[in-house]
């Protein structure tokens, strides 16, 4: 038997790997701990962090980005599979898309919460997209099968746990060097995959923003907007197994290159910076306040005055029976427009605003005194035949940028259009965009009555028979459009690219705001929904733009009513933030 002395040789020591003896580790079993200093500050990391919501334009230099990538780099894996991918977001037209997405999809969950809990979500802030100056998406390559991964055969989903390891890792990281993370999942996963171009069998954990806080929040987001309170711990801590005969811990409260670019992210910090520093609750004015900072974002401080563009337009779908007006009614009306006289004209005058009455296709002779943008060529009755040919499309669309772009120099550009029969042709575009039904999108229009709302429902799902997977957004609006809307269209592109603020009307003018911004992703940071109306489909339009409308006041008078309305509220609302007291 060896005793104690027998034992004369030292214990080989490994040059690589754990060096401890079980001696070692026997006789101190926490020898492995790195001290109360260490322990301390790893505390002080982990209580401070934060879902942080505003940023600094300031750049993240790169040798910080990667200590916080090599951070997420060195979480644990299941079966040290590594499944995450890093991917570095700086491109202005990406973050344009996913700011773009994440508002309609924010708009889209509201509608599943209580009408006081959906207002408290709508005033969370998400401008981070655009604010912060580099945007990180975690993505999980899910295309190694389950069972070759050590541990992923009994916890398939597993891969998952370990990326989701990788952004608390980074997360700390940013936190401990003074960094800002926020965690952003209002995105539908797979039109952020497409966004990001992933392979199938690659899926994303959501958006990462990161950069310079420009908050220092001492507790979390959503406690102090009162969303949710932390839970007790010891009402989450169950010993041994789950309680057969209680209840379950009760669960918190969560619930071609582009020629128009969003604002830089310096912008969107100084207009946020301006507004805390007046003598007022932060966004005391809600969403105006919100409409607000995007005016300012987009560098349009000094504006006080606009245009209503309003273009009017025929169509040959009003001979199926479509609306309860005779076609004279669009000249009739735009010529009212050039005398000022119009409730569109009317309306602009009274907020301020210039008229700019275009005609885009009115039958008979040109609308005197109004802009003439007429094509030539047939247009069809959208049942049977194309409302317009590609190459009326592309010259409407041009007519519109130049008036858009001279509209520009006045400060705000308003869009208004008046044409018989357009709730119809709006309907089937917007059906053709969104996917929708035409039970889900036409409405009664001016003066419609059942059998005549029967009739437009007919009308449009003949249009739609046509456009089936066709996505090219002018293709379309040369088989379901109206020549106004494609004028519109053109107004949109041409004041965002330069740098005026553009304030939607109804249906058939805020489809034009759809429609640029598939061209165009950045032109969505440069539209307001002035208002939502009564037509079926024009708040599902308002939710794929990711807009929150000014003003719901059921309005059927088309002519650029409520953009001018709300435009009224935007130049007060400026002229408040002009002259209000500022704090130190």
Known sequence: MTTEGDRGYARPVPRIGDTSSAAQRRSDPSGWAMGAAVTDALGSVVAGRRDIRRYRPDP?????????????HRAPSVGHSQPWRFIVVSDRTTRDRAAHMADRARLEQAEHLTSERAARMLDLKLEGLREAPVGVVVACDR??????????????????????????????????????????????????????GLPEGVVTLGWLCLGWPDERPPSPGLERAAWSRRTPLEDVVIRDRWPGDEAAPQQPVSHQRPEVHGPEGDRLVSATDAADE?????????????????????????VTAGTLVLAGADHPVTDLGVSAFPPSSTRDVLDATVTGTSIGAATARGAG??????????????????????????????????????????????SGREIGTEAAASGLVCLGEVGVGNTTVAAALACALLDLEPQDAVGLGSGSDA??????????????????GEQDPLRLLGLVGGPEIALLTGVTLGAAAAGAPVVLDGLAASLPGVIAARLEPGV?????????????????????????????????????????????????????????????
């Open 524 to 584: 969505q940071a440069y539209l307001l929904a002035g208002q939502v109306s009564r037509e079926r489909a024009h708040a599902l339009v308002l939710r794929e733009l990711g807009l929150e409308p000014l003003l719901d006041l059921r309005l059927r008078a088309g002519e650029g009513v409520g953009a001018c309305l709300a435009a009224s509220m935007v130049l007060q609302g400026l002229a408040v933030r002009r002259v209000a007291a500022r704090t130190r």
């Open 451 to 468: 059998d005549m709302v029967a009739t437009k429902r007919e009308v449009v799902a003949c249009a739609l028979a046509r456009t089936k």
């Open 353 to 398: 605003l210039a008229v700019l009455p275009v005609d885009a296709g009115v039958d008979g002779e040109p609308v005197g005194g109004a802009r003439s943008a007429r094509t030539r060529g047939e247009r069809g009755d959208l049942a049977s035949t194309d409302a317009m040919s590609r190459a009326a499309v592309e010259a409407l669309v041009a």
């Open 278 to 302: 007046l003598l007022s609750p932060p966004e005391s004015l809600g969403v105006l306040d919100r409409a607000l900072n995007r005016v300012l974002a987009v560098g349009a401080q000094d």
């Open 143 to 196: 295309r190694t099968p389950a069972t070759g991964v050590l541990g992923r055969a009994t916890f398939p989903d597993a891969d998952l746990w370990s990326c989701a390891t990788a952004i608390e890792n980074m997360w700390l990281t940013a936190r401990a060097h003074g960094l800002g993370m926020g965690w952003v999942t209002l995105f539908d996963p797979d039109e952020l995959a497409d966004l990001l």
């Open 60 to 72: 993240v230099p790169e040798e910080l980005l990667t200590t916080v990538l090599d951070a997420g």
